[in-house]
């Protein structure tokens, strides 16, 4: 007789009759239950908006961070578990450097998320991560001699290329706006309306500049960080235009 599933989720690296490793599938509902977070990749460059979640209104809104640079050409947004994003980060970060310090070069965008990938599935081989999956998925946005890119990567292990990506709790919804409303040919400031425009569809709260973070990749401003009055100007823009998609 088979093991219940109980005795199977115990063990990160225990595979059950039906091969499923539970621990991990556990780890991709964290995402799920995890800010949304949106990727629209452009000919111009890359848009990364993810939404701020913010426990209390006391909570100081810059103290939350969302999307972050791991080199100048290349930017992360997060969904699931901020401290294990953290630690992927800090890694692809040194990863990077190293790769300009060995070859006088930025590093790849898609070496970048395959790095990211094997630190994700090597849980429990080290004592700087964690014994269990990474609660974490992350959008990668970059720029190198491939133009603009944008990666997806999830506790699995496994990393993919995209066009735009939604991951978090409005995922589902995201995705399908995105489906119905994305073109290769949009310019990075349709781009832009169009990650925001999303989000604040998904979004329960109101999307304000204190909710919201958002950054570009551009092949002539690298890795550069929405600033507040930029970001009230689309939204503004997107309020007046209607949520209509």
Known sequence: MFATRSEYDQGVNTFDPD??????????????????????????????????????PLVEADSVEKVMEIDTH?????????ADARTLIDKAR???????????????VASVAQSISDVAIGFGKGDDVPSRPFGVALLLAGVDENG?????????????????????????????????????????????????KVLKQVMEEKVDVTN??????????????????????????INAAGTTL
């Open 19 to 56: 091969g499923r490793l539970f621990q991990v599938e556990y780890a991709l509902q964290a995402i799920k239950l995890g800010s949304t977070a949106i990727g629209v990749r452009t000919n111009e460059g890359v848009v990364l908006a993810v939404e701020k979640r913010l426990a209390s």
């Open 74 to 82: 290349l930017g992360a947004a997060m969904s699931g578990l901020v």
């Open 94 to 108: 040194v990863e990077a450097q190293n790769h300009v310090f060995t070859f006088n070069e930025p590093m790849r």
């Open 148 to 196: 603009p890119q944008l990666y997806n990567t999830d506790p699995t292990g496994t990393f993919s290329k995209w066009d735009a990506r939604a991951i978090g709790s409005g995922s589902e919804g995201a995705s399908n706006a995105l489906q119905e409303e994305y073109n290769s040919n949009m310019s990075l400031d349709e781009g832009l309306t169009l990650a925001l």
């Open 212 to 237: 919201v973070e958002v950054a570009t990749v551009t092949a002539s401003d690298g890795y550069k960080l929405l600033d507040p009055t930029r970001l009230q100007s689309v939204i503004g823009t």
